[in-house]
Protein backbone atom coordinates (compact mmCIF):
# COMPACT_ATOMS: atom_id res chain seq x y z
CA UNK A 1 0.00 0.00 0.00
CA UNK A 2 1.10 3.19 -1.03
CA UNK A 3 0.60 6.68 1.26
CA UNK A 4 0.26 9.50 -1.17
CA UNK A 5 0.69 12.64 1.09
CA UNK A 6 0.01 16.12 -0.82
CA UNK A 7 -1.73 19.43 -0.84
CA UNK A 8 -2.38 20.08 -3.93
CA UNK A 9 -6.13 18.05 -4.80
CA UNK A 10 -5.25 17.56 -8.58
CA UNK A 11 -2.13 16.50 -8.03
CA UNK A 12 -3.29 13.57 -5.56
CA UNK A 13 -5.78 12.44 -7.25
CA UNK A 14 -4.12 12.19 -10.77
CA UNK A 15 -1.10 10.17 -9.12
CA UNK A 16 -3.66 8.11 -7.44
CA UNK A 17 -5.49 7.08 -10.67
CA UNK A 18 -1.87 6.05 -12.18
CA UNK A 19 -0.98 4.09 -9.70
CA UNK A 20 -4.31 2.55 -9.36
CA UNK A 21 -4.35 1.53 -12.91
CA UNK A 22 -1.15 -0.09 -12.13
CA UNK A 23 -2.28 -2.15 -9.49
CA UNK A 24 -1.64 -0.28 -6.64
CA UNK A 25 -3.75 0.26 -2.90
CA UNK A 26 -3.00 4.27 -2.33
CA UNK A 27 -4.03 5.97 0.31
CA UNK A 28 -4.47 9.84 0.70
CA UNK A 29 -3.71 12.49 3.27
CA UNK A 30 -3.76 16.27 2.32
CA UNK A 31 -1.43 17.82 5.30
CA UNK A 32 1.61 16.42 7.30
CA UNK A 33 -0.61 15.95 10.24
CA UNK A 34 -3.74 13.61 8.21
CA UNK A 35 -0.64 11.71 6.76
CA UNK A 36 0.68 10.72 10.53
CA UNK A 37 -2.80 9.70 11.37
CA UNK A 38 -3.31 7.27 8.58
CA UNK A 39 0.34 5.96 9.69
CA UNK A 40 -0.51 5.57 12.98
CA UNK A 41 -3.67 3.49 11.69
CA UNK A 42 -2.24 1.59 9.03
CA UNK A 43 1.23 1.76 9.70
CA UNK A 44 2.27 -1.62 9.13
CA UNK A 45 0.04 -2.30 5.71
CA UNK A 46 2.16 1.09 4.77
CA UNK A 47 5.04 -0.26 2.04
CA UNK A 48 6.02 3.30 0.51
CA UNK A 49 5.35 6.72 1.24
CA UNK A 50 5.51 9.72 -1.64
CA UNK A 51 5.66 12.69 0.09
CA UNK A 52 5.51 16.57 -0.60
CA UNK A 53 8.27 18.63 0.52
CA UNK A 54 6.39 21.72 0.70
CA UNK A 55 2.41 21.47 2.53
CA UNK A 56 0.68 23.57 4.56
CA UNK A 57 0.08 22.39 8.74
CA UNK A 58 3.79 19.84 8.28
CA UNK A 59 6.29 20.31 6.25
CA UNK A 60 7.30 17.22 4.33
CA UNK A 61 10.59 17.20 6.72
CA UNK A 62 8.52 18.05 9.74
CA UNK A 63 6.51 14.53 8.34
CA UNK A 64 9.27 12.42 7.85
CA UNK A 65 11.63 13.15 10.22
CA UNK A 66 8.25 12.02 12.84
CA UNK A 67 7.58 8.54 10.81
CA UNK A 68 11.29 7.93 10.90
CA UNK A 69 10.87 8.21 15.13
CA UNK A 70 8.75 4.98 14.55
CA UNK A 71 9.88 3.41 11.64
CA UNK A 72 13.72 3.96 10.00
CA UNK A 73 13.28 1.91 7.44
CA UNK A 74 10.15 2.70 5.86
CA UNK A 75 10.84 4.10 2.41
CA UNK A 76 9.83 7.26 1.16
CA UNK A 77 10.25 9.13 -1.81
CA UNK A 78 10.28 13.11 -1.40
CA UNK A 79 8.45 15.37 -3.93
CA UNK A 80 9.22 18.98 -4.39
CA UNK A 81 8.86 21.51 -7.32
CA UNK A 82 12.45 23.08 -5.59
CA UNK A 83 15.73 21.53 -6.38
CA UNK A 84 17.35 18.48 -4.55
CA UNK A 85 19.49 21.12 -2.90
CA UNK A 86 17.54 21.70 -0.25
CA UNK A 87 18.21 18.53 1.30
CA UNK A 88 21.74 17.15 1.26
CA UNK A 89 22.12 13.81 0.43
CA UNK A 90 23.93 12.18 3.69
CA UNK A 91 20.40 13.45 4.99
CA UNK A 92 18.52 11.70 2.34
CA UNK A 93 20.46 8.39 2.77
CA UNK A 94 20.41 8.56 6.32
CA UNK A 95 16.31 9.11 6.30
CA UNK A 96 16.33 6.29 3.60
CA UNK A 97 14.58 8.70 1.01
CA UNK A 98 14.89 9.28 -2.82
CA UNK A 99 13.80 12.70 -4.32
CA UNK A 100 11.46 13.32 -7.57
CA UNK A 101 11.49 16.98 -8.04
CA UNK A 102 7.85 17.78 -9.81
CA UNK A 103 6.91 17.79 -12.58
CA UNK A 104 8.19 14.58 -13.30
CA UNK A 105 7.21 11.98 -15.78
CA UNK A 106 5.08 8.83 -14.76
CA UNK A 107 7.12 6.45 -15.72
CA UNK A 108 10.06 7.95 -13.42
CA UNK A 109 8.07 7.56 -10.63
CA UNK A 110 6.53 4.47 -11.38
CA UNK A 111 9.93 2.82 -11.98
CA UNK A 112 11.29 4.35 -8.28
CA UNK A 113 8.16 2.70 -7.09
CA UNK A 114 8.56 -0.55 -8.40
CA UNK A 115 12.39 -0.66 -7.70
CA UNK A 116 11.79 0.25 -3.60
CA UNK A 117 8.94 -2.48 -3.53
CA UNK A 118 10.99 -4.89 -5.43
CA UNK A 119 13.86 -4.45 -3.15
CA UNK A 120 11.68 -4.27 0.22
CA UNK A 121 11.42 -7.40 2.34
CA UNK A 122 7.88 -7.08 2.35
CA UNK A 123 7.62 -7.19 -0.65
CA UNK A 124 4.93 -4.61 -1.62
CA UNK A 125 1.44 -4.09 -2.73
Do not use: C, H, W
Not at 14 to 42: C, M, P
Not at 44 to 72: A, F, H, N, W, Y
Not at 103 to 112: A, G, H, M, R, S
Request: charged residues 30%; negative net charge; without cysteine.
Amino acid sequence: MILLVDDEPIVRNSITEILQLKGYDVLQAENGRRALEIYEAEGSKIDLILLDMTMPVLTGMETLQRIREQDSQLPVILLSGYGEEQIDNQTMETLNTRFLKKPFKVDILLQNIEEILRDRPSGGS
